[in-house]
């Protein structure tokens, strides 16, 4: 079969054009086609949970609304994130921002208060607002708690947070859990280690396990879609080990396979470990998330209202 060539023509739809791409049917446009199809599968079918794992500056790098919209519609059914994706939510939640970098320097960034993330800058005073307003909220919380999970934790979270372009609260508001087993790692888990200082308060981790277990194990079949790698993508195959693996899954990796970590592996290595069925439908879309992910939540809603 030959490739056929790529045609943009005037006032096409996204759908139109991933099927352009599906219609080439060869390197990044097959993949970009097939994730896409998959997506748009996977958000049709009643009996197919959808596990999305946030690595790598999401939230920073635009994707908070998109993320937002796909929970509150109901296509997100379990969210796994990095702490600092939740921390990026809160701080805009608290009314700071995330912006477009000019300045380069890093010294002088520092000295003007600023802090980088690849060409996306942050305000040193917005984090002083969030630790403000983080610690009323572990207040509020450890009033009714002692010991919390971390699932828990970020739930009673998005109670509190008055925010509706939030993901933590959006999440809370439909029930849709968040699990975010390296919480630690990131400005919400050091400001809840200062607090701990001088209160009586402990997140477990362990305590998440059943909440999990019990998801995955009432999930007829889980399509896992990735962005990034990390500690998000493993915990979120892993935790489909219970019952054989994924059943589809979806990665948009900048990473390299070779090096043997898990954030560049192909998810097809995933079935050795039963992190994902064998015949499960895999794609891995090797691009940034910031870009990709958007585009195929387009086509694929397209394709979902068609």
Known sequence: MKVKQLEINENMK?????????????????????????????????????????????????????????????????????????????VESFGGAHYRG??????????SGMGRIGDI????????????????????INQKHKVISIKDFIYEIGLLVEDEQSIIHTASKNNVPIFAPGLIDCMIGLQLWIYCQENDFTLSAVADMPDLSDFVYNSKKVTACMLGGGLPKHYTLASNILTGGIDAGIQITL???????????????????????????????????????PLIVAGALDKVNE
């Not at 000019?102 to 000295?111: G, K, M, S, T, V």
Request: contains cysteine; aromatic residues 6%.
């Open 121 to 140: 800058l942050t305000k040193s005073d917005d984090f002083e607002v969030f630790e403000e307003e983080i610690h009323k909220i572990f207040s509020k």
């Open 14 to 90: 996204i759908s139109d054009f991933i099927n352009q791409l599906d219609n080439s049917g060869v390197l990044g446009a097959k993949r970009v086609s097939q994730a896409t199809n998959l997506l748009a599968q996977s958000f049709k079918d009643e009996d197919t949970k959808v596990f999305l794992s946030l690595a790598g500056p999401m939230v920073p790098g635009g994707l908070r609304k998109i993320v937002r919209d796909l929970i509150d519609r109901g296509y997100v059914d379990l969210i796994v994130s990095s702490g600092a994706n939740l921390t990026h939510d809160l």
């Open 102 to 111: 000019i300045q380069q320097d890093d010294e002088q960034l520092y000295e």
């Open 255 to 293: 990473d390299r396979s070779e090096g043997g970590s898990l954030s560049g592996a192909p998810l097809e290595e995933a079935k050795s470990w039963a992190k994902a069925k064998c015949g499960s439908n895999l794609v891995t879309v090797v691009g940034d998330a910031t870009v990709m992910f």
